[in-house]
């Protein structure tokens, strides 16, 4: 897989969001291999433990088939036979003593190793948490939910083998094979010399087959993710799915991209096959020719029996080093991608940042100043065109207009979800870029009409506005957004669990509770995203009077599509696509006959 790196615009391999990277793949390369090994610092005590242990395991492998030579060799020519009994029985407490040895670092190595792996694993899946929490609202407009599960939840899976049996089984496999080449050369360096000369074409056939999985492994990671994609995206909407009856296109779909992923894994586990084939082949080849060249050397009297059989047991010894090679092939063709899909979410740079003069907003009055804002997402064309307006600390501001003409856009602005092209956007006479995000966030309380609640209770939800909320005023807020009643009605009151995004409440009870969490966080600027288009009278009323009542005191600017959510506004704005165009009370605009009299006369007449 060719390795992006930072600074250039890079695609993802798995749809069409755009990950930052350098130019110059081998720096990528480079910065990426010392990233993967820094993972390793806060683990170095357990992993020169796990290396020495590996240490014991080779070791204890290469000796085995010496004392097995000394028994053999030396021990049953001794005349005496009591004495080679003795002897015998001496060598067979020192092999068990290194079988015992060997047992216990294989436990270390195979327990403290996973353990460490699995810790890197969770520090990199935290990291990569972490990281998406900072990620500015562009980069979700670009990407779907469905790949980054897959990359923060599925990935991270194989990592945490990578990182323990990368090194430890690389390591064991030098040094078994290293070792056990050394003791063949010493017995018969011609027959050791035959071996050695075939090892070339085993890492040739290695190396083959090691690309073939490589590409196979990155196209079943983009097709899982996409499976990932599809069953996020249709169980989150089964409603929908359920409601039009079509679950069998949903059927369909799902089918079509599992049987990719499939075929993705079918070729890898073909090219696996073949690798396993040619690493077993080579072992089995070692066997034959140890059998039959030794067999020819023992009747030349060029190789003693003991020899022979020594030389059998460190075949079988360069036997593991082998499959272990494999492993460390197939982890890190599995882990590596895995890693490589990781750092291409890391090493997108949050759009929105604090600077490091910025300043904390500490006592917020709550004044909006808009001053010639330009604005457009992405590549774009503009949304927002010089558009320029002022609220004063305290007043109720309403904004209406067509569709299109980037109302939700200014109020995304102003918690500085996007920044502007042109112009600025101040927060009591301060660019919101001089500011920290943790205190302009803080200032601005955003109910939207897609209203968004986690699994889970409602008290729960409603102490998102303020961790630290007591029951009391939990329940205080409840009562404020008229919501008290209604939660006292379910089943278990607060600790009701009101299902994913909320399921089991009706719209305006949703619509209620975010309001209720808004009074808990208790902003100085408080923005209303047409957050009673969707609902029906009686919750419309309910949701209004709550509104009235968050937005005593504070800065409030309403977006509306239903215009008798702003009748008594303070000041109506009329935002076009020419920038606002009217402003003033709900009756001078309808008296003035422009703009705002002919969409109240719209919606009228609806």
């Known amino acids: 897989m060719a390795i992006p790196s930072t600074g250039a615009r890079e695609r993802s391999p798995d749809n069409n969001t755009t990950f930052t990277a350098d130019h110059g793949a081998q720096d990528g390369r480079n910065r990426r291999l010392n990233k993967f090994l820094s993972y390793y610092r806060p683990h170095l005590r357990l992993l020169i433990g796990d290396m020495l242990c590996a240490v014991l395991v ?62 890197i694993e969770a520090a990199i899946r935290q990291e990569l948490f972490d990281h998406c929490q900072r990620l500015s609202f562009s980069f979700y407009d670009r990407q779907r939910v469905g790949q980054l599960m897959s990359r923060i939840a599925g990935d991270s899976l194989w990592l945490g083998e990578l990182f323990h049996h990368g090194p430890e089984d690389l390591f064991i496999a030098v040094l078994k094979y290293g070792g056990a080449m050394l003791v063949l050369f010493f017995i018969d360096p011609p027959l050791a010399a035959l071996i ?112 022979l059989l020594t030389f059998l047991l460190c075949v079988g010894v360069l036997v593991d080093p082998i499959k272990r090679l494999a492993n460390v092939v197939r982890l890190w063709q599995e882990g590596y991608t895995s890693f490589v899909r990781a750092m291409e979410i890391l090493e997108v740079a949050p759009e929105i940042t604090d600077h490091p003069s910025a300043l904390a907003l500490t006592t917020p009055k709550g004044e909006i100043q808009l001053l010639d804002v330009g604005f457009g997402y992405g590549a774009g064309p503009d949304v927002l065109n010089d558009v320029s307006l002022t609220i004063r600390p305290g007043e109720f501001v309403a904004l209406v207009g067509p569709s299109g003409v980037g109302k939700s856009t200014l109020c995304a602005l102003l918690p500085r979800f996007y920044d502007v092209r042109r112009g600025s956007v101040r927060i009591d006479g301060h660019d919101v870029r001089d500011l920290t995000l943790a205190s302009v966030r803080r200032s601005v309380g955003v109910v939207q009409q897609d209203v968004y609640l986690f699994a889970g209770s409602v008290a729960d939800n409603l102490r998102y506005g303020r961790p630290g909320a007591t029951d009391e005023e939990i329940k205080a807020a409840a009562r404020a957004a008229y919501a008290h009643d209604f939660i006292m009605a379910l089943p278990n009151g607060y600790d009701t669990d009101i299902g994913q995004r909320g399921v089991k409440l009706s719209g305006g009870e949703r619509q209620r509770l975010t309001i209720a969490r808004a009074f808990l966080k208790n902003p100085s600027i408080l923005l209303f995203d047409e957050a009673t288009s969707a609902l029906d009278n009686e919750s419309e009323r309910a949701v209004q009077k709550a509104l009235l009542k968050l937005s005593s005191g504070k800065t409030t600017l309403v977006i509306a599509h239903r215009l008798s959510t702003i009748r008594h506004a303070d000041r109506i704005l009329v935002l076009t696509n020419d920038g606002i165009v009217e402003e003033g009370k709900h009756d001078a605009l309808i008296e003035n006959g422009g703009v705002y009299a002919g969409l109240h006369g719209l919606h009228a007449s609806i």
């Open 58 to 119: 080779a070791a204890a492998a290469v000796a085995l088939p010496i004392c097995a030579n000394i028994v053999i060799g030396h021990l049953v020519e001794v005349q005496d036979t009591a004495s080679a009994r003795w002897q015998i029985l001496a060598m067979g407490g020192v092999m068990l003593s290194i079988v015992a040895i060997q047992i216990a670092a294989t436990f270390v190595v195979d327990y403290r190793g996973h353990l460490m792996g699995a810790r």
């Open 196 to 307: 050695l000369a075939l090892t070339p074409y085993a890492v040739l056939y290695s190396l083959f087959f090691n690309r073939r999985m490589q590409r196979a492994v990155e196209m079943s990671k983009r097709e899982i993710a996409t499976v990932n994609e599809r069953v996020e995206d249709s169980l989150a909407g089964i409603r929908v799915v359920q409601s039009f009856s079509n679950e069998e296109i949903e059927r369909a779909r799902f089918s079509t991209l599992n049987q990719r992923f499939l075929d993705s894994r079918a070729d890898g586990y073909r090219s696996e096959a073949w690798f396993s084939v040619g690493t077993e082949g080579f072992a089995a080849l070692l066997v034959l020719l140890v059998v039959l060249l030794g067999g020819l050397r023992i009747l030349a009297a060029e190789l003693t029996t003991a020899d």
